[in-house]
């Protein structure tokens, strides 16, 4: 354990006592028929974010948390595998397989350091996994190396402005006001709890990218549906319908 840097550690702490309350959730989308996906629960019809072709291919979902994105890819013929950091999370994610009668290998580990062979996946995806929770200059080198030629990457984040406009207090809702800095924003804390976040701006995630071999495929910026009446803890929905709270990323490894 000593030799995880400090964000993974902290990391793993948050996770670890979020995990009993984080169940629920799990529990909800591993049963769900169709996958939708983020804070507005946008169909996967509307952001395609699991490519029609899954089927014999070799997945990896960084930050899996209870793994019901790894489950929604072994329904379509794709061999999961999910890491995450958390050993409760894993738990859940371990006792949903078995009610659900699923089986794919969940591995106990940092996304920012796999312990897979470099080419050993054609698909990598992370849903607020490690595309929020790792420094960026880590797993993204890491996902390319993981990925074979071709192979892509999927990945849902909070749009940079949102962080922009959230208060330091965990709890508190995005504003019509920037709080913070745009260039140079990379790592980021609250007052009142010891997680670590990473986000970074539009501009420098692309050169990121393009620099660990991807091209980019697509930037969604997610928008609540039009019959949308839920809020989230973070984004009010008025807040959402004028400014981006959410980002798809498709990229394919050249
Ligand atoms: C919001 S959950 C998202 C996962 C999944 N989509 C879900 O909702 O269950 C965030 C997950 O990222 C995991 N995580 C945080 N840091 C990580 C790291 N360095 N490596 C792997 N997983 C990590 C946490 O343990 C947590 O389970």
Known sequence: MSELSEHVRRNRAFWN???????????????????????WSVAEAQLRM???????????????????????????????????????????????QAEHGVDFP????????VPYADASFDFAISEYGASIWCDPHRWIPEAARLLRPGGRLV??????LSMLCLPDEVDGAAGDRLLRRYFGMHRFEWA???????????????????????????????????????SSRYVPLEWARRWPCEDVWKASLR
């Open 192 to 230: 009142d709890d010891e997680s670590v976040e990473f986000h970074l701006p539009h501009g420098e995630l692309i050169a990121l990218l393009r620099s660990c071999g991807f091209d980019i495929d697509e930037l969604i910026e997610v928008r609540p549906p039009a019959d949308a009446t839920t």
């Open 17 to 39: 006592e979020q995990a009993d309350e984080y169940a629920a959730l799990g529990r909800r989308a591993w049963a769900a028929a169709e996958p939708s996906w983020g804070v």
């Open 155 to 160: 990945f849902l984040v909070n749009a940079p």
């Open 106 to 113: 969940l591995v106990m580990g940092n996304a920012e350091a």
């Open 50 to 96: 699991l490519p029609s072709d899954l089927d014999g291919l070799d997945a990896i979902e960084l930050g899996c948390g209870t793994a019901y994105v790894s489950k929604w890819l072994a329904d379509r013929g794709a061999r999961p595998v999910g890491i995450d950091n958390s050993p409760a999370q894993l738990a859940t994610a371990r006792q949903l």
